[in-house]
């Protein structure tokens, strides 16, 4: 009997991984590419705009890309029913490899090309340098995301929770 339950309880909780597709993981680096963009334009047009120096710029970028990259997964689980807590960790299991790789690819990018840490918010450099480091970063991303989903990770956890 304690063997049957427990047999039900595994099966229960290990899923098995899903085929994971090129389409199905740029789906997933374009998601975390929204939540990563507006956080990273917000912090850099934000810290610039008020004089702050490259670090903390970077950082308040870095910050709210996480920030709006977890509230858009954290959004969608919500709403298939599942509470706070638990969908709080479905966003950190589901984003966090994603979001980090965006996020150093793409500060990396801006950090090393000449004059962008620079640019101001009126200059071409500024959007150019930060359009093209996302683009860079979610080309580097998507075969993260397509490794985890395979694995059974990253938002391979939230498709779990979608109708």
């Avoid at 990563?36 to 850099?44: K, N, P, R, S, Y």
């Amino acid at each position: 009997m304690q063997h049957e339950a427990h047999a039900q309880h595994a099966d229960h909780t290990h899923h098995p991984a899903p085929a994971a597709s090129w389409a199905m993981a740029v789906q997933a680096t374009l998601h975390c590419l929204t939540g990563c963009a507006i956080g990273e334009v917000l912090g850099m047009a934000i810290g610039t705009a008020a004089g702050w120096g490259n670090l903390a710029t970077t950082a308040l970028a870095i910050v709210l890309a996480f920030l709006f990259g977890y509230s858009l997964t954290l959004r969608g689980v919500l709403r298939s029913g599942l509470g706070l807590k638990a969908a709080i960790r479905v966003a950190l299991a589901a984003d966090t490899l994603s979001i980090a790789v965006m996020e150093l690819i793409d500060n990396g990018v801006i950090a090393l090309w000449p004059d962008a840490m620079d640019a101001e918010l009126a200059d071409f450099l500024f959007w150019g340098s930060l359009a093209i480091s996302l683009v860079i970063a979610f080309v580097v991303t998507v075969p993260v995301n397509k490794w985890m989903i395979g694995r059974g990770k990253g938002h391979a956890v939230v498709h779990r929770y979608h109708h």
